[in-house]
């Protein structure tokens, strides 16, 4: 059976209850993915440099604009882990942010999509982007007193490709990374043998997969009871029901950091009481913050709301192999229906950035710019339309239910008839997924997919011919053939030619409506703490974070 994309609605999940509908996040999982880097990190004291160019931040650069204060307790409030805190099958915001506390990867994923060295302080291709060959941080032990080595980090990778383990990431890694290609050179260097050239797959070791935290060779799935990592702090305790506290990991491989004594995790039922408890001074900050909730305590108090652009969006599908959008000018008459930075405020609480139809957020370094964003044109919509009428059925489930009725009353404005047919989240994404699932084989529908590293993590499954998630069931060979060279590209311009390719095939035909790009926030108590930051996909990194003095 195959995997949902696990969309999101600021953030949600199909199948979500409105608890966990704001914590649960995408995974990188979706197909064949491509992922954002053709450089590699450099050595010694050289800059490293990601393929758009941009500096690869250090990881002892600090997040905070102050001198530090080391001491004090941040208390931080969320939902209770829907499932299991397990790093391997873990795919809600709470159990993601337990474990980043804990563990950590070989590479972070930075608010702005740059990669930051942790545990491995070099990456680089070999054999045209075949190979990847890893080299680890000397002197890095679990908090245990275990060293890492190169063997303990295949142990974690041979345990996400394992079918057998229920790996959220194992299809984060289908036809680029199979069970048996991780290897060890040795003590200090891991090898990486690829199905195929795949010039971005750093990425897929980062956070930006947030399974791929390394783990210790005998990890047996029982995290909260024996949580050893080698992250910034240590897991003391943990109550599904209340909350987890956590203190200080004196071997923290980054001299200096934490600068925090502990973290201690609420968790609270729903979204009122997570909010009344910041505004009480019960906790100091958020772990997942909803726009519309904390938007008006913006600079309200001692509350500080932290933004930062996402690639998150709701896909607003189109059939283009059936009647009544079969016709290209369908589809754009209805693009050019809408009122984006209406849906913005109306949805989004006016956070996240217009989209133009196409699969590349302005967040990725290779989104071009040469592309007139689509605005409503009510004289383009009769144009295309030519005097005759267009009526619709808008499937979705509950979820997108603010974003339906927006799209209802604009495209009504412009003469555009739109039935809803709100069905249930199990109803949505259930049936069989080769042939009637909802999601996948209405006339039109809206699914929301949470934020991903790359565009072809957006684009292989959604739009490319024969997608596992193309519910526009859109074919185009020249989209595909630049997709393909895109995963392939070597440099940064080459890449932009194929992005470019690819944004205006998909913003000509129209499958998929991206009408906005979804923002995330994290809401804390600024006058007590500094360094507290939001992150396009709510992790939390708190090594920085520091009492204000």
Same mark, same amino acid.
């Given at each position: 059976?195959r995997?949902?994309?696990?969309?999101?609605?600021r953030?949600?999940?199909?199948g979500?209850t409105?608890?966990?509908r704001?914590?649960?996040l995408?995974?990188?999982?979706?197909? $064949?993915?491509?992922? &954002?880097? $053709?450089a590699?990190g450099a =050595?010694?004291?050289?800059p490293l440099?990601?393929?758009d160019g941009r500096?690869?931040?250090?990881?002892?650069?600090?997040?905070?604009?102050?001198?530090?204060r080391?001491?004090?307790t941040l208390?931080? =409030?969320?939902?209770p882990?829907?499932?299991?805190v397990?790093?391997?099958?873990?795919?809600?915001g709470?159990a993601i942010?337990?474990? #980043?506390l804990?563990?950590? !990867?070989?590479?972070w994923?930075?608010?702005?999509f740059?990669? +930051?060295?942790?545990?491995?302080e070099?990456w680089?291709?070999?054999d045209g982007g075949?190979r990847?060959?890893f080299t680890?941080?000397?002197?890095v032990?679990f908090?245990d007193?275990?060293?890492l080595?190169?063997?303990?980090v295949?142990?974690?990778?041979d345990?996400l490709?394992d079918? +057998?383990?229920?790996?959220?990431?194992?299809? /984060?890694?289908?036809t680029v990374l199979?069970k048996?290609?991780? =290897?060890v050179r040795?003590?200090a260097?891991? *090898? %990486?043998?690829?199905?195929?050239?795949?010039?971005d797959f750093? @990425?897929? *070791?980062?956070?930006?997969?947030y399974n791929?935290v390394?783990?210790k +060779?005998d990890y047996?799935?029982? %995290?909260?009871?024996k949580?050893?990592?080698t992250g910034?702090? &240590?897991?003391?305790?943990y109550d599904?029901?209340?909350?987890?506290t956590?203190?200080?990991?004196?071997t923290?491989?980054e001299?200096?950091?934490p !600068?925090?004594?502990? *973290?201690?995790?609420?968790?609270?039922a729903?979204?009122?009481?997570?909010?009344?408890?910041?505004?009480?001074?019960e906790i100091?900050? #958020?772990?997942?913050?909803?726009? #519309?909730?904390v938007g008006?305590?913006?600079?309200?108090g001692d509350?500080?709301?932290?933004? *930062?652009?996402?690639t998150?969006l709701t896909a607003f599908?189109?059939?283009t192999?059936r009647?009544?959008f079969?016709?290209?000018?369908?589809?754009q008459a209805? $693009?050019?229906?809408?009122?984006r930075p209406?849906v913005?405020a109306a949805?989004?609480d006016?956070?996240a950035a217009?989209?133009?139809?196409h &699969?590349l957020?302005? &967040?990725?370094?290779a989104a071009?710019? =040469?592309i007139?964003?689509r605005?409503?044109d009510?004289?383009?919509?009769?144009?295309?339309?030519g005097?005759?009428?267009?009526?619709f059925?808008?499937? @979705?489930d509950?979820?997108? +239910?603010? !974003?339906a009725?927006t799209?209802?009353?604009?495209?009504k404005q /412009?003469g555009?008839?739109?039935?809803?047919?709100?069905?249930?989240?199990?109803?949505f @994404?259930?049936?069989d997924?080769e042939?009637?699932?909802?999601?996948l084989?209405?006339?039109a529908?809206l699914?929301?997919?949470?934020?991903r590293a790359?565009?072809?993590q957006?684009i292989?499954p959604?739009?490319k011919?024969?997608?596992?998630?193309?519910g526009?069931?859109?074919a185009n060979?020249?989209l595909?053939? /630049?997709?393909?060279a895109?995963?392939?590209?070597?440099?940064?311009e080459?890449?932009?030619? #194929?992005?470019?390719?690819?944004a205006?095939a998909?913003?000509e035909?129209?499958?998929?409506?991206v009408?906005?790009w979804?923002?995330?926030?994290?809401? @804390?108590?600024?006058?007590? %703490?500094?360094?507290?930051q939001?992150h396009?996909a709510s !992790?939390v990194?708190f090594s920085?974070?520091?009492?204000?003095?």
């Open positions: 059976m995997e949902f994309p696990r969309p999101f609605d953030p949600a999940l199909p979500a409105d608890l966990t704001r914590v649960l995408a995974g990188t999982g979706g197909g $064949a993915l491509s992922l &954002l880097l $053709a590699c =050595g010694g004291g050289a440099t990601g393929a500096a690869l931040q250090s990881g002892a650069d600090a997040a905070v604009s102050v001198p530090p080391r001491g004090g208390r931080a =409030g969320s939902p882990p829907p499932t299991a397990d790093p391997v099958t873990m795919y809600d709470s942010a337990i474990v #980043q804990v563990a950590d !990867y070989l590479i994923l930075d608010r702005d740059t990669l +930051k060295p942790r545990l491995a070099k680089e291709p070999e075949k990847w060959v680890l941080r000397k002197g032990t908090s007193g275990t060293p080595d190169a063997e303990t295949k142990a974690s990778f345990r490709l079918p +057998k383990s229920k790996s959220a990431a194992l299809s /984060a890694f289908d199979a048996g290609g991780v =290897g040795d003590a260097t891991v *090898v %990486f043998t690829l199905e195929r050239a795949f010039s750093p @990425y897929l *070791v980062s956070a930006g997969n791929a390394i783990l +060779k047996a799935g029982d %995290f909260t009871k949580p050893i990592g910034p702090f &240590l897991l003391e305790s599904a029901s209340s909350g987890a956590f203190t200080r990991n004196p923290y491989w001299p200096g950091k !600068y925090l004594d502990g *973290v201690k995790i609420t968790f609270y729903d979204d009122q009481a997570d909010l009344l408890a910041l505004q009480s001074g100091d900050a #958020q772990i997942l913050s909803r726009p #519309q909730l008006p305590l913006k600079g309200l509350i500080t709301v932290d933004q *930062v652009q996402g998150g599908t189109l059939r192999d009647p009544p079969d016709r290209k000018e369908a589809r209805v $693009a050019y229906a809408l009122d209406g913005n949805v989004y006016g956070i217009l989209g133009n139809d &699969l957020a302005p &967040l990725f370094p071009p710019d =040469g007139a964003q605005a409503k009510p004289a383009k919509v009769a144009e295309l339309l005097g005759q009428p267009l009526t059925t808008l499937t @979705y509950p979820p997108s +239910k603010d !974003y009725l799209v209802q009353n604009q495209l /412009a555009i008839q739109v039935d809803l047919d709100q069905r249930t989240s199990a109803d @994404y259930g049936g997924q042939k009637d699932t909802p999601w084989f209405s006339t529908n699914v929301g997919w949470a934020g790359t565009p072809s957006f292989i959604m739009v011919g024969g997608g596992v998630w193309n526009s069931k859109y060979p020249a595909d053939a /630049a997709a393909d895109y995963d392939a590209a070597r440099t940064p080459e890449r932009a030619t #194929q992005a470019e390719i690819i205006k998909l913003h035909d129209v499958p998929v409506i009408s906005v979804s923002g995330t926030v994290r809401a @804390y108590n600024g006058r007590k %703490f500094t360094g507290v939001a396009p !992790y990194d920085s974070v520091s009492q204000v003095v």
